[in-house]
């Protein structure tokens, strides 16, 4: 079993699916700590779900998938950020309809393309082995964006996250950096996509973090642990993926479900 997963490194397609695993890994240890600390993980599978639409429109005018879905993702945090500051009492029935519109307008537009006969099924639960080049300088780019902004604004983000009136207070621009989470959160759903597929991305960017917060002291502690976790769980997806010739996506998810019940049963005994 070593030995045939050895021999499957020297395949181009394995190497940019590992590499891929790595970046989505720690973007999703990043952001998915921000979407659980603020609460927005219905506001980030309202996202994922629009972000289809996105899809739709990148096949039907045959633009690449990521400047679509990207495209769709960010109007729909947008969106969802007007209504989350302003019209909170309304927000479910809003994000219900964003994401049933989007969705729809992605399936008529598929439906509308001309002679694309391509599975969609790979939107749906991810196709990290088919990752090419520029799908990696795109997720290296976000990488490194997230990267930046987290660093140079840790503290404001941090206010914001776990206390938004006394960051308020403290003069900082709780609107804009609230708004600025939910795009990034956008973008990293949009790469996310790409090794799990839209259905199970939320598992994605919840399951490691839970683990990680149990393990950690601070926010920052907590995106490190997420990612590793995130990591380990996506590699092991992936060798289970490549020995059992089963979808990637699934594997991964399933391979963290595995790592949070044993984590759970483990806190168990402690106890």
């Given at each position: 079993m070593l030995e045939t997963l050895l021999d499957a490194l020297s395949y181009e397609?394995?190497?940019?699916?590992?590499?891929?695993?790595?970046?989505?890994?720690?973007?999703?240890?990043?952001?998915?700590?921000?979407?659980?600390?603020?609460?927005?993980?219905?506001?980030?599978?309202?996202?994922?779900?629009?972000?289809?639409?996105?899809?739709?429109?990148?096949?039907?005018?045959?633009?690449?998938?990521?400047?679509?879905?990207?495209?769709?993702a960010c109007a729909a945090a947008l969106l969802m950020a007007f209504i989350t500051?302003?019209?909170?009492?309304?927000?479910?029935?809003?994000?219900?309809?964003?994401?049933?519109?989007?969705?729809?307008?992605?399936?008529?537009?598929?439906?509308?393309?001309?002679?694309?006969?391509?599975?969609?099924?790979?939107?749906?639960?991810?196709?990290?082995?088919?990752?090419?080049?520029?799908?990696?300088?795109?997720?290296?780019?976000?990488?490194?964006?997230?990267?930046?902004?987290?660093?140079?604004?840790?503290?404001?983000?941090?206010?914001v996250s776990y206390d938004s009136e006394y960051a308020s207070l403290r003069g900082i621009n709780v609107k804009l950096f609230y708004t600025l989470i939910l795009l990034l959160s956008a973008l990293t759903i949009v790469v996310a996509i790409k090794v799990v597929g839209l259905i199970l991305v939320i598992a994605l960017l919840t399951i490691p973090i839970y683990i990680a917060e149990k393990l950690s002291n601070s926010l920052g502690v907590m995106m490190i642990v997420s990612g590793l976790l995130s990591t380990i769980f996506t590699l092991f997806g992936l060798a289970i993926s490549y020995l059992y010739d089963i979808t990637s996506g699934a594997s991964i998810i399933i391979v963290s479900a595995i790592g949070l019940i044993g984590f759970l049963s483990l806190e168990k005994l402690k106890k």
């Open positions: 397609f394995i190497q940019n699916a590992l590499l891929a695993g790595l970046l989505v890994s720690f973007a999703s240890g990043i952001i998915g700590s921000l979407i659980v600390v603020n609460r927005m993980v219905f506001l980030a599978g309202g996202i994922a779900h629009t972000s289809y639409g996105g899809i739709g429109l990148a096949i039907y005018f045959g633009l690449p998938i990521f400047f679509g879905a990207s495209l769709f500051l302003h019209q909170r009492d309304k927000i479910d029935i809003f994000i219900g309809l964003i994401w049933s519109i989007g969705m729809a307008i992605g399936i008529i537009l598929v439906d509308l393309s001309p002679g694309y006969n391509v599975d969609l099924m790979s939107y749906l639960f991810g196709s990290i082995l088919a990752v090419s080049d520029e799908d990696l300088s795109y997720m290296g780019g976000l990488l490194g964006l997230i990267t930046i902004i987290v660093t140079l604004f840790y503290r404001q983000i941090l206010a």
